[in-house]
């Protein structure tokens, strides 16, 4: 198992699949979100392994992971290695450290953070029965990628097991102010994790600024050379690579997919069904950070300021259901559909719903319909990482025109400035007359935005994002991990079994 040369291995809080059992009949579905859509893309066809949570608690046994996994992994082309998490541990370590404290404080929403110890003792506790997968698998050969917030600790931990299990990390969201991440009871912990890594890195350049600050306050012998996407930083004898770079989305598939002749036909048919003049789309996961309400409350005023768009402008909002079980979520629910029924209760006519909305996921194909329909794309949050909706609306428009209205607080907001209409979402008004001048925008400027992010987004794709992270982190790049079909779990076992059947008497 542990002889090879070295193969891509990916660890992320979930699988990009969801396990469910009905009248014990299991199934697994695909899940989508921004990290999922980001990375299958890269391991596809590669052989390598995808470490997660498959996302139940029950226990499953051994044969039906396999029996429901293993045709997956194949079709897939690499293959998917399960953590299996007890319900405690997704209390306290998922729904609690994750994300009701790294989750809101990295987002800036330092009130809502819960800062309970047993949540950080869950979280080390998960953290462990990761590592324990992956050191179960890896080999100093590999190259371990570990994923976002939920996994910080895993670097350490490996380390711990292997000091050759060296690891890189990408941090998804953005990292905090210094100010906003002293507020953390476990700030060192989490700060010397982070520096175990062999390469930390982050979306944009101002997150790792803030992560180097922080740094150069917990480590003030810490030395930092170097300048551009990757840094070099020195603790005592220690030494770990800072990247920046910005994750994108792979771009000439979705570009091709906009313009596929099945999704420009139902573009149609969705814009002949939607009836007004031009329609606006927001995609957005159920979240406080994505900023939805305020996103009504602009549209609402726009509405009000501007009674000429009215029956000309709908807006089509797409809520992915999320972490639903926690009651934050559920009130942010409750709020977004009021404020909905009070647009369309002040402005609805017989043929006009001024917002239309679903609580559910599309397939691609219907999504990218929808952004190719969209003359308008609308993206108000508060805090964001990157945000990927805004590239993917922005691809599927092919040499058309389309505006998008993109919140200032979007990692994305930095590459697409040239092009964008940026808003600030806490200012209602900037949202409103953002709209508005979205509506009015004539179709040569529109065009003009539009080429100028497509362009940032095709030059800087997902797989240059990958290349560079792997050139910095192991002077690699994706062509060294050639297309292949999915090699055998244990590549030993032929021989043995060979050797064995060669030793039987006939
Ligand atoms: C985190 C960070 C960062 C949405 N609805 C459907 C659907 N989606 C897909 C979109 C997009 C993804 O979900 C959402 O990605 P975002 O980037 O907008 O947001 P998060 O999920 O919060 O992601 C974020 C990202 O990680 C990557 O680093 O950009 O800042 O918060 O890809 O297409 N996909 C389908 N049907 C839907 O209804 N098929």
Known sequence: ??????????????????????????????????LVNALDPVLKNRGGFWVGWPGTCEEVKMSV???????????????????????????????????????????????RCDFLPEYWEGYIRANEKFAKVVHGHASENDFIWVNDYQLIPLGSMLLNKNPDLRSSFFLHIPFPSLDVFMKLPWRKEILYQLTCYSLVCFQTQRDRRNFIECVRVFYPGATVYGRGHVIKVRIDDRAFLAGSMPISIDYRRYSSLGSSGPVVKRAKQIKDEIYTEKMMIGVDRLDYSKGIPQKLKGFD???????????????????????????????????????????????????????????????ETELYAAYRAA?????????????????????????????????????????????AVLVNPYDVCDVSESIYRAFMMDEEEQKARMKSMREAIRRQDVFWWVDNFLRAAAGKKLGDFPEQDLPSLWPGLFKIKQKYNAGKPS
Not at 377 to 391: E, F, P, R
């Open 375 to 419: 003359d308008i794309a609308i993206v108000t949050s508060l805090k964001d990482g990157m945000n990927l909706v805004c590239k993917e609306y922005c691809a599927s428009k092919g040499r058309k025109g389309g505006v998008l209205i993109l919140s200032e607080f979007t990692g994305a907001a930095i590459q697409l400035s040239k092009g």
């Open 65 to 111: 992971l396999k029996e429901i996994l293993g045709p997956i992994s194949k079709k897939n082309g690499y293959r998917f290695m399960p953590v299996l998490l007890t319900k405690k541990d997704i209390e306290e370590y998922y729904h609690g450290f994750s994300n009701s404290v790294l989750w809101p404080l990295f987002h800036d929403f330092q009130s």
């Open 1 to 34: 198992m542990k002889d090879n040369k070295g193969r891509f291995l990916v660890v992320s809080n979930r699988l990009p699949v969801t396990m469910t059992s009905n009248d014990n009949k299991w199934e697994a579905k695909s899940s989508s979100g921004g």
């Open 301 to 363: 005023k726009c509405l009000q300021e501007h009674p000429e768009l009215r029956e000309k402008l709908t807006l089509f909002q797409l809520v992915i259901p999320s972490r639903d079980t926690i009651n934050e979520y559920r009130e942010l629910r409750n709020e977004i559909e009021l404020l909905i029924s009070e647009i369309n209760g002040k402005y609805s006519t017989t043929r006009w719903t001024p917002v239309i909305w679903r609580h559910g996921s599309l397939p």
